[in-house]
Every structure is written in structure tokens, then in C-alpha cells.
């Protein structure tokens, strides 16, 4: 396994950590050159039989490699900015790197895992689609994430997130000065920090003015996930896009939480349907606000896609079915 800030994963059995440089500021060509030279003396020592690349970094570092004496499992785990940024470099840097997902899903030893459909058919050609397998998110612990009763104070919205525009926290605020200014008594509570190796962070000034609003409260890092859901009445994430399977409405479902989110591949996927909860178009500030209006004021219709929402992750979303899915991946692709 190669990680940074593994953390526990070094004390568990089997688990053996070497330290690799995947730092995602560092994206100029020589930063590239020199990572994939480092990657490939790892592989070329350590001769693996499966390599199991996760996120759209790791990928293109491994496909640069050329390595090709082992089982590949690709995990793309959305694809950031290259899906919502439209600025003519990065259109091409989205081309060059579909051109490689698709040279290499044509290899039989190499299996795509996604997240959503939409990444599906963005990276692989049609007559390779065997070569694709969805996996349900990172799946979470059901038995830490249970459903709990809804605190008693007024209404609150929960977002858990890194603080990055894609996730479209700034909407949420929008929409929720938006409800209040109309009568309705909705607060809005924003979990996570600053992802300060993502370009596309807030600036801080911006999480300054949220803290001044009336209703908006900053939590900061939150250590507790669980208990975040626990003082929240309905989960929400306004996503712009680039999305793999948002962990947090896996967890907010798991809590028996009612959800809004917009119509990004992965969220809709998820969510879409009107049983778990309510989706929105993308940007819109006003169907957001609808949404939060119409769940804040029907306290049945949040228990009713609560219940739903916490039947459908024990169904199909826990760690122990995105472990299966990965085992069957590294069976597939595992020399014989």
C-alpha cells in the first residue's frame, strides 16, 4: 500500500505503508515526471500482483508508468474540476486524460471502478463497458452511523464537507438567507475545513462572512460525524459537480436523515427518485431554498426519506459492500 497519513492502517494485519509523494499542488510537468519516475521505481522493487489506484491522480501517475506486469484496478473516485471547468487548458488536460482511461480500459488486466454512471461512460469506450464496475461509494460503518431522534430545537440543514466551491456550500448559505428572509425559521450549520491542496477552496474571507450570518453556525473539523447528523434535522450538499459518490449523504442516509442535493452525477444517483430525499438543479438557489422550505415544514415527509434513506445504505452502501466490490475487481484482474 502507498499512502501519506495512513495513520492506523500501518498496525493492521497484513497492511505494509510506503511513504509516496502524490501531493496535489504539485501538477507541473516536472512535478508529474518526477512523481511517475518515483512510482515506478516502487513498482518495478515491489512487483505487485494487483495495483489498486484511487482517485484521478494516482491513475494518471500509474498509467504513466507504462507498468503493465500486473492486475490494474482504476478507482475513479469522481473527476474534480476536469468535469466543471471549462477554461481551454483544462478542456484539454480532460481530453488527454479520457484518451488514457480509454487506451487502458481496452486492456483486460485493467478494471474501471466508478462511482456513478456518468464517469462510467465518460472513461470508457462503448464495446469496453465490461471492463467497468460501480462501486458503491467508500461505504460507510452502519453501525456507527444509526438512526437517532431529530433534536428538538428549530430546523437545522447540515452540511459535512471539505470547503471547496464544487461542493456548493456558498449556495447553501444563499438559500438559506433566502427561507429566513421569507419567515421560516431554518438555521444551516456548516462541518469541514479549508482543503488547502485544492485550487478550488474558499478564501477565508468568504467563510468570515458566513459566520456573521444570522442562522449560520461553522463547526469547524468535525471529529464525530455521527453525532454532526445527530444535531442536524436534514442533510444537504449542493454540489457543482465532479462528484464520485459523495460520502456525506451515504452518512447523512445512514442517520436517518432526510436529503437535499443538487442533480450532479453521483448525488443523483443516489438520491434521485424522491424517496431518500429531494434533488435540484445544479446552481439554482431558489429550487434549493424550495426544497429546504418544503422538508423544514414536513416533519412526516423527513421521517418518511429518513427511513428510506437508512434502508437503502444497509441494502447496498456500507464498507463491507464497497469491500466486496473491490475484492471482486482484484479477483478479476489477478494474474492466475
Known amino acids: 500500500?502507498?499512502?501519506?497519513?495512513?495513520?492506523?492502517?500501518?498496525?493492521?494485519?497484513?497492511?505494509?505503508?510506503?511513504?509516496?509523494?502524490?501531493?496535489?499542488?504539485?501538477?507541473?510537468?516536472?512535478?508529474?515526471?518526477?512523481?511517475?519516475?518515483?512510482?515506478?521505481?516502487?513498482?518495478?522493487?515491489?512487483?505487485?500482483?494487483?495495483?489498486?489506484?484511487?482517485?484521478?491522480?494516482?491513475?494518471?501517475?500509474?498509467?504513466?508508468?507504462?507498468?503493465?506486469?500486473?492486475?490494474?484496478?482504476?478507482?475513479?473516485?469522481?473527476?474534480?474540476?476536469?468535469?466543471?471547468?471549462?477554461?481551454?487548458?483544462?478542456?484539454?488536460?480532460?481530453?488527454?486524460?479520457?484518451?488514457?482511461?480509454?487506451?487502458?480500459?481496452?486492456?483486460?488486466?485493467?478494471?474501471?471502478?466508478?462511482?456513478?454512471?456518468a464517469d462510467g461512460r465518460w472513461a470508457v469506450a462503448k464495446d469496453h463497458f465490461d471492463r467497468v464496475a460501480l462501486m458503491p461509494g467508500a461505504g460507510v460503518d452502519a453501525g456507527a452511523f444509526v438512526p437517532s431522534t431529530e433534536p428538538s430545537q428549530s430546523v437545522t440543514v447540515g452540511i459535512l464537507s471539505r470547503l471547496i466551491r464544487s461542493k456548493g456550500v456558498d449556495l447553501a448559505v444563499e438559500a438559506v438567507n433566502l427561507v429566513r428572509a421569507r419567515g421560516l425559521d431554518l438555521s444551516l450549520v456548516i462541518g469541514g475545513t479549508v482543503d488547502d491542496q485544492n485550487p478550488d477552496c474558499y478564501r477565508d474571507r468568504d467563510i468570515d462572512l458566513w459566520g456573521r450570518l444570522p442562522g449560520v453556525a461553522l463547526s469547524g473539523r468535525v471529529e464525530d460525524a455521527p453525532a454532526f447528523w445527530r444535531n442536524v434535522h436534514i442533510g444537504c450538499l449542493p454540489s457543482r459537480g465532479g462528484e464520485g459518490l459523495p460520502r456525506t449523504l451515504i452518512e447523512a442516509a445512514a442517520c436517518g436523515r432526510a436529503i437535499v442535493t443538487s442533480d450532479a452525477p453521483g448525488c443523483l444517483d443516489f438520491v434521485g427518485g424522491g424517496?431518500?430525499?429531494?434533488?435540484?438543479?445544479?446552481?439554482?438557489?431558489?429550487?434549493?431554498?424550495?426544497?429546504?422550505?418544503?422538508?423544514?415544514?414536513?416533519?412526516?415527509?423527513?421521517?418518511?426519506?429518513?427511513?428510506?434513506?437508512?434502508?437503502?445504505?444497509?441494502?447496498?452502501?456500507?464498507?463491507?459492500h464497497a469491500a466486496g466490490a473491490a475484492a471482486r475487481a482484484w479477483r478479476a484482474v489477478r494474474p492466475q
Request: contains cysteine; aromatic residues 4%; proline residues 4%.
Open 1 to 117: 500500500m502507498w499512502a501519506r497519513n495512513s495513520g492506523a492502517l500501518s498496525s493492521e494485519p497484513g497492511v505494509r505503508i510506503i511513504d509516496a509523494d502524490f501531493d496535489r499542488l504539485k501538477v507541473l510537468p516536472w512535478d508529474i515526471h518526477r512523481q511517475t519516475a518515483d512510482l515506478k521505481k516502487v513498482l518495478a522493487r515491489e512487483r505487485p500482483d494487483v495495483v489498486h489506484a484511487i482517485a484521478l491522480k494516482p491513475i494518471v501517475l500509474l498509467l504513466q508508468t507504462g507498468f503493465r506486469s500486473c492486475g490494474r484496478v482504476l478507482a475513479l473516485t469522481g473527476r474534480g474540476f476536469l468535469a466543471i471547468d471549462d477554461r481551454p487548458w483544462k478542456r484539454l488536460l480532460r481530453a488527454q486524460i479520457q484518451s488514457m482511461l480509454r487506451r487502458a480500459s481496452a486492456d483486460p488486466s485493467t478494471i474501471l471502478l466508478v462511482e456513478n454512471d
Open 275 to 320: 424517496e431518500i430525499g429531494i434533488v435540484t438543479p445544479r446552481g439554482d438557489v431558489e429550487a434549493l431554498a424550495a426544497a429546504l422550505s418544503s422538508l423544514a415544514l414536513d416533519h412526516d415527509m423527513r421521517r418518511r426519506m429518513g427511513a428510506a434513506g437508512r434502508a437503502k445504505v444497509v441494502a447496498g452502501y456500507t464498507e463491507a
